[in-house]
């Protein structure tokens, strides 16, 4: 079946715009995570979603950062007034349930780069 | 918090073996992963340990000591195809997500 796809692959933008990056979970996936990796690191947490709710977003480095997941599937992570800073891979998981012995499906990433 | 360690790079040759350490320090803790990563690719699954001891997934196996906050990722029979990332993480609390290590890069010659 399908993995986990993330749109765009790939994102350029001025600092200070705002930007959306989506991702489609493997279907039937409950829990939804949000990572950012930047070169010759691991993936940093952001956000993770059990249903249509943020179970934890801990990881959201400031108010600039948000995400939504409306209907359990799709979710949509959104920063504002971006900065040279969040240049990086946004990466999205999926899992079947949230259990820790669940394994995490990533999506290829969006590469997003600030100017 | 939560940290892991792990070494930054590894180097072996082809048919041999490595072994990739992991020391943990987490507030809580629900077993240690493995994750690999390709240039350029996503981070795919390798293995997870729950309890203590070693786990073997074909040439690849996995050991945790919760005693020691400690594990390892034991590569047998090294191929051309197994450079890459390999990632340990770790799930602290529950209701938390997982933390990953920095991660170590694995190079592999002929």
């Known amino acids: 079946g399908a993995g986990v796809s993330q749109t765009p692959s790939n994102k350029v933008t001025e600092k200070g715009k705002y930007v959306e990056l989506r991702c489609d979970p493997i279907?039937?996936?409950?829990?939804l995570y949000w990572y950012r990796q930047s070169l010759g690191q691991g993936p940093e947490f952001l956000i993770y979603f059990q249903g249509t709710g943020a179970a934890d977003d801990s990881g959201l480095p400031n108010d600039r950062f948000f995400a939504v997941r409306p209907e359990g599937s799709v979710s949509t992570l959104k920063i504002q007034r971006t900065e040279r800073g969040d240049s990086a891979v946004y990466l999205c998981?999926?899992?079947?349930?949230?259990?820790?012995?669940?394994?995490?499906?990533f999506g290829n990433g969006t590469r997003l780069t600030v100017t | 918090g939560q940290s892991l360690e792990q070494p930054s790079e590894v180097t072996a040759v082809e048919g041999a073996i490595v072994q990739i350490n992991c020391t943990y320090q987490t507030s809580g803790f629900y077993g240690l992963s493995w994750y690999q990563q390709h240039d350029g690719g996503a981070p795919t699954f390798l293995s997870y340990?729950?309890?203590?001891g070693l786990e073997e997934t074909g040439r690849f196996s996995s050991f945790l000591s919760r005693s020691d906050s400690y594990g390892y990722l034991l590569l047998q029979e090294l191929q051309m195809k197994d450079s890459a990332s390999y990632f340990c993480a770790a799930k602290g609390q529950a209701g938390t997500a997982l933390i990953f290590g920095k991660g170590t890069t694995l190079s592999v010659s002929s």
């Open positions: 279907s039937g996936h409950t829990a």
């Open positions: 998981a999926s899992s079947l349930t949230d259990r820790e012995n669940s394994p995490l499906h």
């Open positions: 340990n729950g309890l203590d």
